[in-house]
């Protein structure tokens, strides 16, 4: 396991430890940095974010899966790529600690995002992955992309993503969806565009009405999380967690935030505990790669699904998506090429 500096260059070792409720701040790998450095941030309070980032998160002992089953990565390609796994826990803790060692659980993957930073850091690239794509699970054969999980860990759901696109993966940050009432509450509320009027099926049928709505605490973990009221089911969701997760960049990287170490702090203090990282990612990295995105802009972030060709039905009698395959083909060779954006420039994918 790598060592853990802070921005002083001291160690405060990260610990793993069986976590509680994580939450869903996917965000948080790409503008963590810029939130810990920000201008109106000094000295000492500095030190104290980068203590709590470190003490609070989780590492996942065992990540990646061995280096002669990965891609190989051009030594000169500078940008990165994240896989962020939406996974909700046993209440006692006991699948959490089985992912955070690298082990397989009967928990598939709730959600799964590759987020893409491009060698110049002018922009943020996150694209959702369908939690029903079909797709070769090495050792297992086709399966659901979500079983990966629940089949070899956090190592396996790297080695199929990876071997679904052709490319590496060079950080992995594991997150649970309950953490969105935290993650709201620390904001003060998240304002959503919302295009689709539904209620939500669990006891308090919240009302989603069409519009500008701000969402906070439970209200805003239905919102990412219903499926069953709409039509295209899974699909809506998505493009909700997209909807949720662009208004959190935004709020974020607004000057009311960066300029309130108040609002830093708590965002910092209480959304850390909820995830878990590969251990080569720690606050100074984190800082670092924040201080490359100073100039990221809500604006600049761009989302999208991973294309396919459409619901199917297993072998077996299953409701699947199906791969696209020349997207597949021709996404995985933007991402080795750092050419993204460009790619997104002349496909017709939805933003």
Known sequence: MTDN???????????????????????????????LIAGVVAGGYVMNLAKTFNDKTQVIASAFPDENLRPVKNPDDGSLNFLLLGVDHGADGTESKDLLSGGGTDQRSDSMMLMHIPEDRKGVYVMSIMRDLWTDIPGHGRQKINASMSLGGVPLA???????????????????????????????????????????????????????ITLKGNEALRFVRERKPFIDGDYQRVRNQQIFIKAVMSEMLSKDTLTNPGTIYEVIDKVS?????????????????????????????????????????????????????????????ALRTDTLREYLKTAALNE
Do not use: C, W
């Open 5 to 35: 500096r802070n921005f002083r260059g001291g160690y405060e070792p990260r610990r793993l430890q069986a976590p509680k409720k994580r939450t869903g701040l996917v965000v948080l790998a790409s503008v963590v940095g810029l939130v």
């Open 273 to 333: 505990p909820y995830l878990s990282f590969d251990n080569g990612f720690d606050a100074a990295t984190a800082a670092g790669l924040g201080l490359q995105l100073k100039d990221l802009r809500a604006s600049n972030v761009k989302m999208f699904t991973l294309p396919t060709a459409g619901i199917g039905t297993s072998p077996d009698g299953q409701s699947i998506v199906l791969r696209d395959e020349a997207a597949l083909v021709q996404i995985g060779e």
């Open 158 to 212: 790297v080695q199929t993503v990876e071997g679904m696109l052709d490319t590496k993966i060079d950080h992995v940050a594991m997150i649970d969806f309950d953490g969105f009432k935290e993650l709201s509450t620390a904001l003060g509320g998240v304002t959503v565009k919302n295009d689709i009027e539904f209620y939500s099926t669990d006891k308090y049928k919240y009302h989603y009405p069409v519009g500008e």
